[in-house]
């Protein structure tokens, strides 16, 4: 397993405990950050997503590492009779309680401040599971999609979105450039955090990404596992299935 990269370098507390404080710091600006250093294409990506949870027609979905509920609320396109997010920063979803309360998305859509780690859900409880760049937030990487798999019903399927490195040898170097040197200044101006946008740099760095991500999900027991690059290979889809 890789590294445990964590957002604060001389802090004595667990990576759950440093991500939640980190998230907290840059909830207020976290939406408007995010469109900024993507140039607004996570939203394409997010829509992906929802295409591939629509086709499996779910009356209930659970959106793990929800922050501020963008992929909840997207979710409320689909059939679902009950969609929950699920975090550990209590800041992130308070600014995605005032979203859902905004859009009249109340009745459908619930957010709940818990570990992704350690769910308190029964077995085989959800038709589909997502997670939008979350799954390098786990503390222990295997026990959270274990936990995922324990919760996913049976036939059901979860749907990873998750940064990835680049391999054509042009834009990688333009990548790395950006999130070696241009994200973490943008992240600092803006959301006067030094350390949350230097860790996104250092966690998608160390990422188990692609082959390796499939066959962690093939190890721990899902099926159909598989990978789709998106963008040049700056960011990856996940797909299995219990």
């Known amino acids: 397993m890789p590294e445990n990269i964590t957002p604060y370098k001389d802090s004595s507390l667990g990576k759950k405990e440093q991500v939640a404080k980190m998230f907290d710091t840059i909830s207020g600006n976290y939406d408007g950050l995010n469109r900024v250093i993507s ?5 394409k990506w997010r829509k992906k997503v929802l295409q591939l949870v629509t086709k499996t ?16 609320i997207l979710m409320s396109q689909t059939n679902a009779d009950k969609i929950i997010g699920l975090d550990i920063s209590s800041g992130m979803l308070e600014v995605g309680r005032k979203k859902i309360e905004a859009k009249k998305l109340t009745h459908k859509i619930e957010l709940l401040l818990a570990d992704s780690e350690n769910m308190p859900f029964e077995n085989n409880t959800f038709d589909a599971i997502t997670v939008a760049f979350g799954v390098r937030n786990f503390e222990n990487l295997e026990q959270g999609l274990s936990e995922i798999l ?22 990688k170097t333009l990548y790395n450039f950006y999130l070696n040197v241009i994200t973490p200044l943008v992240g600092r101006l803006v959301s006067k955090n030094k350390n949350a946008y230097q860790y996104l740099n250092d966690s998608v760095q160390n990422f188990p990404e692609r ?32």
């Open 57 to 72: 027609n779910p009356k209930t979905i659970l959106d793990i590492a929800t922050g501020t509920g963008d992929l909840a």
């Open 150 to 171: 324990r919760v996913l019903r049976p036939g059901g399927k979860l749907v990873v979105l998750e940064c990835s490195r680049p391999t054509l040898p042009v834009v």
């Open 39 to 43: 140039f607004g294409i996570d939203v």
């Open 211 to 242: 082959k390796t991500f499939v066959e962690i999900l093939n190890k721990l027991g899902y099926k159909n596992a598989s990978c789709k690059t998106l963008s040049l290979g700056i960011c990856s889809i996940y797909c299995g299935e219990k």
